[in-house]
C-alpha cells in the first residue's frame, strides 16, 4: 500500500522559510515522479513543482527562485525548500507521486505565512 506522508508545515513570518518532507512508502519512489501542490482557500489545486526519478525539475513559473524541491532517493523522500514567503503562498501543501495513470497523495500539510 502506498503511503506519503507530509511533514513541516507551520506558521511563519513573511519573508521566511520552510522545508516540507515527505516520506514515501511502498515501492514507489524508484518509479514515480514525485511532486508538491498546493491549494488555497476558495482555490484550486495548484502545481507547485515536480522532479522525476532521473531529477528533472519542473517548477509553476510564479515560483522559480523562491521554492526547491530535492528528492533523496535513498531515503525515499522528498523536500520542498520555500524561501522569501509570501502571505498568498498561504495554503495547504500536498505530496504527489505519479507514474502514468497512477497518482497518489499525502493528507496535505498547512502552511501559513502571516504578514
Known amino acids: 500500500q502506498v503511503q506519503l506522508v507530509e511533514s513541516g508545515g507551520g506558521l511563519v513570518q513573511a519573508g521566511g522559510s520552510l522545508r516540507l518532507s515527505c516520506a514515501a512508502s511502498g515501492s514507489i519512489f524508484s518509479t514515480h515522479t514525485m511532486g508538491w501542490y498546493r491549494q488555497a482557500p476558495g482555490k484550486q489545486r495548484e502545481l507547485v513543482a515536480t522532479?522525476?526519478?532521473?531529477?528533472?525539475?519542473n517548477y509553476a513559473d510564479s515560483l522559480k527562485g523562491r521554492f526547491t524541491i530535492s528528492r533523496d532517493n535513498a531515503k525515499n523522500a522528498v523536500y520542498l525548500q520555500m524561501n522569501s514567503l509570501k502571505p498568498e503562498d498561504t495554503a495547504v501543501y500536498y505530496c504527489?507521486?505519479?507514474?502514468?495513470?497512477?497518482?497518489?497523495w499525502g493528507q496535505g500539510t498547512q502552511v501559513t505565512v502571516s504578514s
Open positions: 504527489n507521486a505519479q507514474r502514468w495513470s497512477a497518482e497518489y
Open positions: 522532479i522525476t526519478v532521473g531529477g528533472i525539475l
